[in-house]
C-alpha cells in the first residue's frame, strides 16, 4: 500500500514539540489571573467607596430614638440643632420653657431651616419658608407641609427624643 505523500500532517499551533505552546499557555493563564488580580484590587476599594455612604444612609434612617445629655439642652428662647440619624433635627426651648423637637428639613425642597431667635420662629433661608416653632405648622412662604415633629421626653438626666 502507497503511503498518501499529500496528506498534511496537523501541526502544533505554538510550534515544535509542544513545549513552547505550555510555556506560552502558561504565562498567559498568569497574565489572566494577574489581570483579573488587578482589576478586583482595584474595583474592591471603589466599591466599598460608593456602597459605605448608601449602607451608613440605611443604617441611619432606622434610627427611631436617641438620647442628648441634660446639658445640650438650649436656653430659654433659643434652639440646638442636631442629627437625628441622619436628618437635621431642632429641639427649640421656647420662651416660656416649652420644648418642641421637629425634624430640620424644609419640606419645599429640603434645605435645613433655622430657629430664629429674635422672632422665634422658623425660618428657611432658601426660599423665605417660615413655620410656627411651637407647632412646625408651615405659616407663610412655599413649603406645601408642617414639619414633622418628634417627641420629646425628660428621664434619667437625659433629654429622650423620637419619633411621633
Ligand atoms: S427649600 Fe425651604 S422654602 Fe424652599
Known amino acids: 500500500m502507497k503511503k498518501d505523500s499529500n ?74 440643632t442636631f442629627m437625628f440619624g441622619s436628618r437635621p433635627a431642632l429641639l427649640i426651648h421656647l420662651a416660656d420653657g416649652t420644648k418642641v423637637c421637629l425634624d430640620a428639613v424644609c419640606t419645599h425642597l429640603g434645605c435645613t431651616v433655622k430657629f430664629e431667635t429674635d422672632l422665634q420662629r422658623i425660618h428657611c433661608a432658601c ?12 405659616v407663610s412662604g412655599p413649603p406645601p407641609k408642617p414639619l414633622k415633629p418628634y417627641k420629646v421626653e425628660f428621664a434619667n438626666g437625659q433629654i429622650n427624643i423620637s419619633r411621633a
Open 7 to 80: 496528506k498534511v500532517k496537523p501541526e502544533k499551533a505554538d510550534g515544535p514539540g509542544g513545549a513552547t505552546m505550555g510555556r506560552r499557555g502558561f504565562v498567559k493563564a498568569g497574565i489572566g489571573a494577574m489581570s483579573v488580580c488587578y482589576v478586583g484590587a482595584v474595583a474592591y476599594p471603589v466599591y466599598r467607596y460608593l456602597a459605605a455612604p448608601a449602607k451608613r444612609a440605611e443604617e441611619t434612617a432606622k434610627i427611631s430614638q436617641i438620647a442628648l445629655p441634660m446639658d445640650k439642652l438650649p436656653p430659654a428662647g433659643t434652639a440646638l
Open 127 to 138: 426660599h423665605g419658608g417660615v413655620y410656627d416653632a411651637r407647632t412646625g405648622k408651615n
